[in-house]
Antibody, heavy 119, light 111 residues
Framework: EVQLVESGGGLVQPGGSLRLSCAAS????????MNWVRQGPGKGLEWVSY????????FYADSVKGRFTISRDNAKNSLYLQMNSLRAEDTAVYYC????????????WGQGTLVTVSS | QVVLTQSPSASASLGASVKLTCTLS???????IAWHQKQPERGPRFLMK???????NKGDGIPDRFSGSTSGAERYLTISSLQSEDEADYYC?????????FGGGTKLTVL
């Protein structure tokens, strides 16, 4: 069974940093591209970042470019999101999502971890 | 830049059918999309991938009540025999090099 379990969320002050983790199991993690997607309070889903299966290629939404860094450790079956210079508008539930082998849609999602940026 | 447009809300009665629409922006009518369901307090759930020719591939365990179809730049998600647990937000998604895009979502109310 495919499982994605996010952790690392919490309350952080504006300008602060946080590192999210996503533990993957039930599939060959190193074969799959991965994404982070977030949902702010009362808002829709927003794509945040992408990483290739080997980790050499990354993409970011303009809203987080230069502040967030996506990475992965295939030996640990883990995906990460380092978030720096956090802003109130980054407050959201953050989901990790596996990308299908064929095409770029997400085919499995985690349950999410809440990040609250507030003083 | 691809934009996906969805109506903010829809409603239908228990046991009835409903058709949700996702419209691709001009010049992008051949794009494949995916449909996802988002229930409160739960992670999103992949429903299906929907191609421009109307063919679709559903996710694991998705009931036959969920189906997809296409007309030009419009991508549809039809849910038949509506159940109370179908009340949720539904999002379409597409992708191209360097980015993934979500529509604004449709909140489905089951009456």
């Amino acid at each position: 069974e495919v499982q994605l379990v996010e952790s690392g969320g919490g309350l952080v002050q504006p300008g602060g940093s946080l590192r999210l983790s996503c533990a993957a199991s039930g599939f060959t993690f190193s074969s799959y591209e991965m994404n982070w997607v977030r949902q702010g309070p009362g808002k829709g889903l927003e794509w945040v970042s992408y990483i290739s299966s080997g980790g050499s290629t990354t993409f970011y939404a303009d809203s987080v470019k230069g502040r967030f860094t996506i990475s992965r450790d295939n030996a640990k079956n883990s995906l990460y999101l380092q978030m720096n210079s956090l802003r109130a508008e980054d407050t959201a539930v953050y989901y990790c999502a596996r990308e299908a082998l064929v095409d770029g849609h997400s085919d499995y999602w985690g349950q999410g971890t809440l990040v609250t940026v507030s003083s | 830049q691809v934009v996906l447009t969805q109506s903010p809300s829809a409603s239908a009665s228990l046991g009835a059918s409903v058709k949700l629409t996702c419209t691709l922006s001009s010049g992008h009518s051949t794009y494949t999309i995916a449909w996802h369901q988002k229930q409160p307090e739960r992670g999103p759930r992949f429903l299906m991938k929907l191609n421009s020719d109307g063919s679709h591939n559903k996710g694991d365990g998705i009931p036959d009540r969920f189906s997809g179809s296409t007309s030009g730049a419009e991508r549809y998600l039809t849910i038949s025999s509506l159940q109370s647990e179908d009340e949720a937000d539904y999002y379409c998604q597409t992708w191209y090099t360097g980015t993934r895009v979500f529509g604004g979502g449709t909140k489905l109310t089951v009456l």
